[in-house]
C-alpha cells in the first residue's frame, strides 16, 4: 500500500523521530509540513532538517527496507493540498483529538494520506481547509505527543488496511491465482545492495513536490 506522511514539522529535532519511524513503518514518502503552529521556515536549519535524509537512511539500514522514503521539501499546508500527491489518492486522513472520527470503509486503498498536525495540532482555519477534503481520525481519548501520533497512527493504518492486503495476497498465491504486482510483499534486500541501485541513492534527496 502506498502510505504518504504529512507530518506538520515538529520542534526540539524531534522529526529526526519521525523520519526514523515513518522509514521503519513502511511509509513511501514523507512531507514536512509548515503550518500555522509548526516550526516556521526559518526555523529549518536549527531543526537540522539537513540531517533528515541521514535519519531516513539509518532507518531503513536498521529494518533492512528494501527501499527508502521520498522526503518532500518543506512546504505550506495550503500547497500540499494542492499537489499531485495529496490529489492522486484514494483516502484522506488526519488525526484529529477536539472531533469525532468519520466512518471508514473497510475496503483498504491504494494510496493514502495520513495527516499529523504539530504541538497543539492543526488551527480551525487549517481544519476548515482539511474539512471536505480529508477525514478526522481519532485515535482514542488521549491526548498524545504528535511524534507519539505520527507512530500510533500509522500502526493504525498498517493494522486496519496494509495486513490485510497482505493476507490477501499470500490467499492468492497459496491458491495457485496470480498475485496483483501492486499487493506482492515487497522483497528484502541487503542494505547496501539497496544503496547501490541508482534509484535507491536518488531517493536519499530531499526533493521538490513535483518530482514524486
Given at each position: ?88 489518492a484514494d483516502r484522506y486522513l488526519f488525526l484529529d483529538d477536539r472531533g469525532e472520527s468519520a466512518p471508514l470503509e473497510a475496503a483498504a486503498p491504494k494510496r493514502i ?100
Open positions: 500500500m502506498d502510505i504518504t506522511l504529512a507530518c506538520a514539522v515538529l520542534a526540539r529535532q524531534r522529526m529526526h523521530f519521525v523520519m526514523q519511524k515513518a522509514t521503519e513503518l513502511g511509509v513511501l514518502r514523507i512531507v514536512p509540513l509548515l503550518t500555522d503552529h509548526s516550526v516556521p521556515v526559518d526555523g529549518l536549519a536549527q531543526e537540522q532538517a539537513h540531517a533528515w535524509a541521514g535519519h531516513i537512511a539509518r532507518a531503513a539500514k536498521q529494518c533492512r527496507r528494501a527501499s527508502l522514503p521520498g522526503l518532500l521539501a518543506p512546504m505550506t499546508l495550503d500547497s500540499f493540498l494542492e499537489s499531485k500527491v495529496f490529489t492522486t494520506v495520513l495527516l499529523v498536525g504539530p504541538e497543539g495540532g492543526f488551527s480551525d482555519a487549517e481544519r476548515a481547509k482539511l474539512t471536505g477534503k480529508a477525514r478526522p481520525w481519532v485515535l482514542g481519548g488521549r491526548i498524545l505527543r504528535a511524534e507519539t501520533a505520527v507512530v500510533v497512527g500509522l500502526t493504525a493504518v498498517q493494522l486496519k488496511w496494509a495486513i490485510s492486503l497482505l493476507a490477501s495476497s499470500q490467499n492468492d498465491h497459496a491458491g495457485g491465482r496470480q498475485i496483483d504486482s501492486h499487493h506482492r510483499p515487497p522483497l528484502i534486500l541487503p542494505y547496501r545492495q539497496c544503496l547501490r541501485r541508482p534509484s535507491a541513492r536518488r531517493q536519499l534527496r530531499i526533493r521538490p513536490v513535483a518530482a514524486i
